[in-house]
């Protein structure tokens, strides 16, 4: 395969795969507006705000990735068009530091996670129940869309490196 189809192929499947931190805002939003409309307990009106905060945040990172892969796409033939070879250095060096983001959120989301549990195990208010309860739901959408793309992200840079072996 080469350089520009492959690269295409990836920030293709990168946009795909931000669509779904939208999809996961919209179900946020939706919880919320229902725990608003039907919510008679404490505890379920208590949702109504972590819910919609946590729905705005992943609109924000859905939306604000997939406008990035779009414009990446369209300008991967542009770029690869005027210098192939700083392309392909500019696409190693972009890859190898993705990688290395991918490590820090994979160290840094489950420690969110174990202090959200933590609050749910001591902290009996119902505010900081669905606080928690809704942060738990949210970091664990982002692990596993986050999950899927740093696998991506490591297979492109394999395949990357795969391609200087062949030409040189």
Same mark, same amino acid.
């Given at each position: 395969?080469?350089?520009?189809?492959?690269?295409?192929?990836?920030?293709?499947?990168?946009?795909?795969?931000?669509?779904?931190?939208?999809?996961?805002?919209?179900?946020?939003?939706?919880?919320?507006?229902?725990?608003?409309?039907?919510?008679?307990?404490?505890?379920?009106?208590?949702? *109504?705000?972590?819910?919609?905060?946590?729905?705005?945040?992943?609109?924000?990172?859905?939306?604000?990735?997939?406008?990035?892969?779009?414009?990446?796409? +369209?300008?991967?033939?542009?770029?690869?068009?005027?210098?192939?070879?700083?392309?392909? +250095?500019?696409?190693?060096?972009?890859?190898?530091?993705?990688?290395?983001?991918?490590?820090?959120?994979?160290? *840094? *989301?489950?420690?969110?996670?174990?202090?959200?549990?933590?609050?749910?195990?001591?902290?009996?208010?119902?505010?900081?129940?669905?606080?928690?309860?809704?942060?738990?739901?949210?970091?664990?959408?982002?692990?596993?869309?986050?999950?899927?793309?740093?696998?991506?992200?490591?297979?492109?840079?394999?395949?990357?490196?795969?391609?200087?072996? +062949?030409?040189?």
């Amino acid at each position: 395969m080469d350089l520009l189809k492959l690269s295409i192929e990836w920030a293709k499947a990168e946009v795909f795969s931000t669509r779904f931190f939208i999809f996961f805002s919209i179900g946020f939003l939706i919880a919320s507006v229902g725990f608003w409309q039907l919510g008679k307990t404490d505890l379920a009106k208590a949702y *109504v705000i972590p819910t919609l905060v946590a729905g705005i945040l992943l609109l924000i990172i859905g939306i604000g990735t997939n406008y990035t892969n779009i414009q990446r796409v +369209k300008q991967f033939e542009k770029d690869y068009n005027t210098d192939n070879i700083a392309f392909y +250095k500019s696409e190693v060096e972009r890859s190898e530091s993705t990688v290395k983001q991918f490590i820090v959120v994979f160290k *840094v *989301v489950p420690l969110l996670i174990i202090v959200a549990a933590l609050i749910i195990l001591f902290v009996n208010t119902p505010t900081w129940r669905a606080i928690s309860v809704t942060a738990l739901s949210m970091f664990i959408v982002i692990l596993l869309i986050d999950g899927n793309a740093q696998s991506r992200i490591e297979n492109y840079h394999k395949e990357l490196k795969l391609l200087e072996l +062949k030409n040189e």
